[in-house]
C-alpha cells in the first residue's frame, strides 16, 4: 500500500491538480477511504490533509486545487523541521521543486524551520557576534547616545525595557542594536529614498571593525534572503520571479540582539522577547548556543527552537502571513534566557519593497477560505507594528 501512495504522491508532484480523485478511487478499491491514508498521500506533496468525501467527488473535481483548500493543517507541530538548501540553487528543476516543497509543507505546518547548508561563512558570522559582545558592553551612555527613540526610522540602540513586543507584558529583557541596508565600503550609501522605514543608520564612533563586520553578515543574510524568495514563490505554485520585482530594494532590518540571563524568580510578564509575530516577510536568526526560543504550536504548547550548530532559523512572518492569507504561518514565538549565561542573536527580518501593497496571492484565496486580510502597503504595515513596540518607552 505504501508503494502504491508514493507513486500516487509522486503523480501529485507534477501538476497543481492535487489528484485528491485518484487518490479516493485507489482508497476506494480497498473501501477504507480514512483520513490516514489521505494524509500520507497529502504529505508527500507537502501540504496538510484535505480530506473531500466520495460523495463530493463531481465534475468540479476536474478543477485544480487551491493551495488554500488543501492547506489545512492543525498546526499541532512538536518539532521544528531542518532543511538542507544544497539544492537552492541546482540546475536540475526537480530537486529544486523536491526543496521548495520541503520549504512548504514547513511554512504551512510550523511556520518555523531549521536552514543548513546556507552558505554563510562561519567567519562572516563570527565577525558580526564578536561585534555584538564588543557592542554591548560599552557603557550604557555610549550606547544611549544611539537611542533607537532619537532615529526617524528605527535605527539604533534599544535597552533593556526598551522594547515591548507583548502588549501584556511589562518589557523585553534583551537590548538590541538596529541597522537597514547599507553599502559596504567607503561609499557608505544608505537608501534614503525608498519609502517609509528607509533611511540612514546610526553607528558608534570609536569602535574599529564594529561596522564593517555587522555589515558584511547583513550583506551574507539579505543575499541568501534573495536566494530563499524564488523558492517561496514555488512553494506558492507561483513562478519563481514572482517576488522579483517586489522586492527590488530589500527591505531587511538586522538586530544585534543581548539577552542577559533572567535567574531567581522570573516575572512571567517580563520576557527575553515577549510572545509576537514578525512583521516582514520572513526572518533568518542566528542563534548562540543557549537555549531561549520558542515556538507556540495550535495546543498552546511552547517548542523549544533548540540551537542547532552550523543552522540557521527561518520563520515566516506576517507579510507572508498576508501575502498567502495565511496559508503560510505566521507563528508567535518568544524567548526567554533562564539558562544562567548571556545569549545572543541576530535576527534579519526580510521584508517586500515598502511600496508594494499585500494582496493575497490568487492560488490562496477560494470560495471556502476568503481574504483574511484588509490590503495594506508593506512599509507602513511595519511602521505601525514598530510604533506599537516602542509605544510604552517613548
Ligand atoms: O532572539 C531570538 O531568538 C528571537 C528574536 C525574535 O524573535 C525577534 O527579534 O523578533
Ligand atoms: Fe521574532
Redesign the pocket.
Known amino acids: 500500500m505504501s508503494d502504491t501512495l508514493d507513486a500516487l504522491s509522486h503523480g501529485r508532484h507534477s501538476s497543481r491538480t492535487c489528484g485528491f480523485e485518484t487518490t479516493l478511487s485507489i482508497i476506494g478499491s480497498n473501501g477504507h477511504a480514512n483520513t490516514a491514508n489521505l494524509w500520507l498521500a497529502c504529505r508527500a506533496c507537502m501540504a496538510a490533509p484535505a480530506v473531500r468525501q466520495d460523495n463530493e467527488v463531481g465534475p468540479e473535481s476536474d478543477r485544480p486545487m487551491l493551495l488554500a483548500d488543501i492547506a489545512r493543517t492543525d498546526s499541532t507541530f512538536e518539532e521544528i523541521p531542518i532543511i538542507d538548501l544544497k539544492d537552492a540553487t541546482s540546475t536540475d528543476p526537480q530537486a529544486r521543486r523536491a526543496l521548495a516543497e520541503k520549504i512548504r509543507d514547513a511554512c504551512i505546518n510550523v511556520g518555523f524551520l531549521y536552514i543548513k547548508n546556507h552558505g554563510i561563512p562561519d567567519e562572516v558570522i563570527q565577525g558580526a557576534v564578536s561585534a555584538a559582545k564588543t557592542f554591548f558592553k560599552l557603557p550604557l551612555e555610549t550606547k544611549m547616545a544611539l537611542d533607537i527613540h532619537k532615529s526617524p526610522n528605527f535605527k539604533g540602540y534599544t535597552a533593556l525595557l526598551g522594547e515591548n513586543t507583548d502588549p501584556e507584558n511589562r518589557g523585553d529583557m534583551h537590548e538590541g542594536f538596529d541597522i537597514g541596508w547599507e553599502e559596504v565600503g567607503p561609499t557608505s550609501a544608505s537608501r534614503e529614498g525608498d519609502g517609509t522605514m528607509s533611511g540612514s543608520n546610526v553607528w558608534p564612533c570609536d569602535l574599529p571593525g564594529f561596522k564593517e563586520a555587522a555589515l558584511t553578515y547583513y550583506h551574507a543574510c539579505v543575499n541568501l534572503g534573495k536566494l530563499l524568495f524564488p523558492l517561496f514563490a514555488m512553494a506558492l505554485d507561483e513562478p519563481d520571479h514572482f517576488f522579483d520585482d517586489k522586492t527590488t530594494k530589500p527591505a531587511a532590518i538586522m ?1 544585534l ?1 543581548y539577552y542577559p540571563p533572567q535567574t531567581g524568580v522570573v516575572d512571567d510578564r517580563v520576557m527575553g ?1 515577549g510572545a ?1 509575530t ?1 512583521y516582514e516577510c520572513f ?1 533568518i ?1 542566528w ?1 548562540d548556543q543557549v537555549q ?2 520558542q515556538v507556540l504550536n495550535a495546543n498552546g504548547k511552547w517548542i523549544d527552537a533548540v540551537p542547532i550548530p552550523g543552522t540557521l532559523v527561518l520563520n515566516i512572518g506576517d507579510q507572508l502571513a498576508r501575502w498567502t492569507n495565511d496559508v503560510f504561518k505566521s507563528t508567535r ?1 518568544r ?1 526567554v534566557n533562564r539558562s544562567g549565561v548571556e545569549r545572543y ?1 541576530i ?1 534579519l527580518f526580510f521584508g517586500s519593497d515598502y511600496d508594494v501593497e499585500l494582496h493575497p496571492i490568487p492560488s490562496c484565496v477560494s470560495e471556502d477560505n476568503p481574504p483574511k486580510y484588509e490590503v495594506v502597503k508593506a512599509g507602513d504595515y511595519v511602521r505601525s507594528r514598530l510604533e506599537a513596540t516602542y509605544a510604552h518607552s517613548k
Open positions: 538586530r540582539l522577547i509576537h514578525d526572518t536568526l542563534q531561549a526560543l514565538h524567548a542573536s535576527p
